[in-house]
């Protein structure tokens, strides 16, 4: 299995939801990551875990919640957010930077979120 | 500070012509990778190839293929013949090691390809 799985593929949401993004692998990565992409713009970096542990928070809102429960499962909890945050968000999963040095990342598919 | 410029914003051509796409990136470290990906219109980023800076033996697979000059700082990206199916966005991104054993992608701002048929 070589591919990573998002749901859901688009979501609508207030700003007084609480929606939750999903991203699963199984391709024994260690190192799963969130991006968010606007139109027309590369991919920003936000979050990345390295054996379910936070690394790195590229000071994201609170608004936005990662969370990791197991080595394949990545999860980004949504709270009042604003129209703004509309965009699509983007998880990827690679092997850890070892003797091979740092190793590319499989993106999955994404998420198309719209904030009314 | 790490950067990627990818100047041709835009780029239109006819079927079967080949393109080249243009990377160029600064660093300071002297170990770090650089990457290519395509991001079609279905929005999924498509991995194309890894290259570690100690390496710049050109790469070739299929109609694409890949010219690494350290001396001008340049990773540049052929379609040969090009199709159809070749129109999307493309991505050049350098990394640099993040903590946790992880990697960090800086990318460029893409180039989006037209092919025409």
């Known amino acids: 299995d070589t591919e990573v799985t998002q749901t859901p593929k688009h979501l609508v949401m207030g700003m007084t939801n609480k929606k939750s993004l999903k991203c699963e692998q199984h391709m024994g990565h260690r190192a799963m990551y969130w991006y968010k992409q606007k139109a027309k713009k590369p991919p920003e970096l936000m979050f990345v875990y390295s054996y379910e542990k936070l690394s790195i928070n590229e000071s994201v809102p609170s608004r936005f919640s990662p969370e990791c429960p197991n080595s394949s499962l990545l999860n980004l909890h949504l709270h009042a957010l604003q129209p703004e945050d509309s965009a699509l968000y983007l998880c990827?999963?690679?092997?850890?930077?070892?003797?091979?040095?740092?190793?590319?990342?499989?993106f999955g598919p994404g998420t198309r979120l719209t904030v009314l | 500070a790490q950067k990627v410029t990818q100047a041709q914003t835009e780029i239109s051509v006819v079927e079967k012509e080949d393109v080249t796409l243009d990377c160029v990136y600064e660093t300071r470290d002297t170990t770090y990778y650089l990457f290519w990906y395509k991001q079609p219109p279905s929005g999924e980023l498509v991995f194309l190839i890894r290259?570690?800076?100690?390496?710049?033996q050109n790469e070739i697979s299929g109609r694409y293929s890949w010219n690494f000059q350290k001396s001008t700082s340049s990773f540049n990206f052929t379609i040969t013949a090009s199709q159809v199916v070749d129109s999307a966005v493309y991505f050049c991104a350098l990394s640099e090691v993040g903590s946790g054993n992880t990697g960090k992608l800086i990318f460029g701002q893409g180039t989006t390809l037209q092919v025409k048929p």
């Open positions: 990827a999963s690679s092997h850890e930077t070892g003797l091979a040095g740092v190793n590319e990342q499989f």
């Open positions: 290259r570690n800076s100690f390496d710049e």
